[in-house]
């Protein structure tokens, strides 16, 4: 189900979600490890006519020109530990528009302080709040092959970092072989490659 604010539900979420399991009577609600919902068991045509309601594409979700998938912890505004916001910076990557449609699903977690409970460094896009700004890192993985990304900037600011993440995306739809993952393609070019196109 598309449109969850990084995990934050208010009221009328709620209702959303209440209306729509009624209505397709969905067995079981699954909240996934991303912040999503998947609703599980749909008979095959009431899952299509709520892929229509909910305006889902119908192929590969992931051949699109935005993140799949983007977590944020609660932040400064609702954790004691955080030191930055992070719901901001959840909806602007998530409506982040790219030059094209990424080679893989890209998966992206913000962590609004050092202690990482989003796990930032096994994201592909991962954010982690420091003292100095946003710390940055590209090519994580927590799959059957776990990576750690690679640190490609710390020390930004909001803009600062939203810029450089979109375009280290840009830069990686555009150089990637089609389904090959960050952490796979980071791998290959490895990080001095990276910094050399996204910074300076
Ligand atoms: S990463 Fe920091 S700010 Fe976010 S939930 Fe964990 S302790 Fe709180």
Redesign the pocket.
């Known amino acids: 189900m598309p449109g969850i604010n990084a995990g934050m539900l208010t009221l009328k979420d709620l209702e959303r979600i209440t209306d729509l399991v009624r209505r397709y009577e969905v067995p079981v609600v699954k909240i996934t490890g991303t912040q999503g919902l998947y609703f599980q068991g749909l008979a095959p045509e009431k899952h299509a006519e709520m892929m229509q309601e909910l305006e889902l594409p119908a192929g590969l979700v992931h051949t699109r020109n935005r993140a799949r998938s983007v977590q944020a912890?609660?932040?400064k505004n609702w954790?004691k530990?955080?030191t930055r916001e992070t719901e901001h910076m959840a909806r602007a990557i998530a409506e982040m528009e790219l030059d094209g449609p990424l080679p893989c699903k890209v998966k992206v977690g913000i962590?609004?302080?050092r202690?990482?409970?989003?796990e930032s460094w096994m994201r592909d896009v991962g954010l982690a709040a420091e003292k100095n700004g946003w710390r940055f890192s590209f090519g994580g993985n927590a799959a059957g092959r776990p990576r750690i990304g690679d640190l490609v900037a710390d020390g930004l600011d909001d803009e600062e970092a939203l810029k450089l993440v979109k375009k280290t995306l840009n830069y990686y739809l555009k150089t990637a072989k089609f389904k090959i993952r960050s952490a796979r393609f980071m791998e290959r070019i490895g990080i001095e490659e990276l910094k050399k196109a996204v910074l300076g």
């Open positions: 912890c609660p932040g954790c530990y955080g962590s609004g302080c202690m990482c409970c989003c």
